[in-house]
């Protein structure tokens, strides 16, 4: 069973960044990619961004683009996402996840790209 253990969120100022995390707690499998999805309540899951673990190419969606910035360390199995200039909008709970099964060259921007999956972690943006 493969375990994602994810932190950083919590409460920010409109304007404001958090650095959320991202690391499966046994490193026993090959990890192809990892990506961040946001869910809103009452909102289906969102893209947030993706990155690929070997050549580390990275894919943001459209909401966060200029904001958002995904970017890993093989040597601690960790993605980040750092996120600044935050609105209430991206206010959600984050799921991390990630690519366990093949290497893939698409967009990593689909639900199914992914085998395992986060709990999430709540990120409340308000003043």
């Known amino acids: 069973q493969v375990q994602l253990d994810e932190s950083g969120g919590g409460l920010v100022q409109p304007g404001g960044s958090l650095r959320l995390s991202c690391a499966p707690s046994r490193r026993t499998f090959s990890m192809y990619a990892m990506g961040w999805f946001r869910q809103a309540p009452g909102k289906e899951r969102e893209f947030v961004a993706a990155?690929?673990?070997?050549?580390?190419?990275?894919n943001t969606g459209s909401s966060v683009k200029g904001r958002f910035t995904i970017s890993r360390d093989n040597a601690k199995n960790t993605v980040y996402l750092q996120m600044n200039s935050l609105k209430s909008d991206d206010t959600a709970v984050y799921y991390c996840a990630v690519r366990t099964r093949a290497a893939y060259s698409g967009s990593l921007d689909r639900l199914g790209d992914y085998d395992y999956w986060g709990q999430g972690t709540q990120v409340t943006v308000s003043s």
């Open positions: 990155i690929s673990w070997s050549g580390g190419r990275t």
